[in-house]
């Protein structure tokens, strides 16, 4: 047994010691725990926010790494633009679970314009939508055009929305 400084306030603890007695640091002798994962921020900075942030995994206490930037990307993300598995993405977001104005995601919950296995928004695209106009296999729209009912003011309104686009919609207008 030796007396060393706590990799975390510095204060003399046993080589031996669980905690630090004074700080509570998990096994305190050992060097400073860098977690798993990655982070990397860009030097680069907006209203304090970083440009760009990637976070995965955990960090040395064994929390989960957040991208907090205006792009954001991680497991986790806030951003104005966010790409993450689960993530708030105010202007847009790509991932798997994403709520935010925009979106692209397995489960899109937006404000605007959704589109993912399940999407909402004043505008979804998805298996199953709750929208005002939807595009679904199924769902509940106040203007649905789906598997088995097409109002024709959702058949318009996607039928311009596609050309506007550039994906011809002559093909789903036939369905």
Same mark, same amino acid.
């Given at each position: 047994?030796?007396?060393?400084?706590?990799?975390?306030?510095?204060?003399? *603890?046993?080589?031996?010691?669980? =905690?630090?007695? =004074?700080?509570?640091?998990?096994?305190?002798? $050992? /060097?400073?725990?860098?977690?798993?994962?990655?982070? +990397?921020?860009?030097?680069?900075?907006?209203?304090? !926010?970083?440009? *760009? =942030? *990637?976070?995965?995994?955990?960090?040395?206490?064994?929390?989960?790494?957040?991208?907090?930037?205006? @792009?954001? &990307? %991680?497991?986790?993300?806030?951003? $104005?633009?966010?790409?993450?598995?689960?993530?708030?993405?105010?202007?847009?977001?790509?991932?798997?679970? @994403?709520?935010?104005?925009?979106? *692209?995601?397995?489960?899109? &919950?937006?404000?605007? &314009?959704? @589109?993912?296995?399940?999407?909402?928004? #004043?505008?979804?695209?998805?298996?199953?939508?709750?929208? #005002?106009? %939807? $595009?679904?296999?199924? %769902?509940?729209?106040?203007?649905?055009?789906?598997?088995? =009912?097409?109002? /024709?003011?959702? &058949?318009? !309104?996607?039928?311009? +929305?596609?050309?506007?686009?550039? @994906?011809?919609?002559?093909?789903?207008?036939?369905?």
């Amino acid at each position: 047994m030796a007396i060393v400084p706590c990799r975390e306030c510095k204060k003399d *603890v046993s080589t031996d010691a669980r =905690h630090c007695p =004074h700080c509570g640091a998990p096994d305190p002798s $050992l /060097p400073a725990a860098r977690g798993t994962g990655f982070e +990397w921020k860009s030097k680069t900075t907006v209203y304090g !926010f970083p440009l *760009v =942030h *990637v976070a995965f995994g955990r960090d040395a206490r064994g929390r989960l790494r957040v991208a907090k930037g205006v @792009i954001a &990307v %991680g497991q986790f993300g806030i951003g $104005l633009v966010t790409v993450a598995q689960f993530g708030l993405g105010l202007l847009f977001g790509f991932g798997q679970f @994403i709520a935010g104005f925009t979106a *692209v995601a397995q489960v899109a &919950v937006t404000l605007a &314009v959704g @589109i993912g296995q399940f999407a909402t928004g #004043y505008v979804a695209v998805g298996q199953f939508v709750m929208s #005002y106009y %939807g $595009l679904a296999q199924v %769902g509940a729209a106040r203007h649905l055009w789906s598997t088995t =009912h097409k109002d /024709p003011e959702a &058949v318009a !309104f996607f039928s311009e +929305w596609l050309d506007k686009i550039g @994906i011809g919609a002559k093909a789903l207008r036939n369905r």
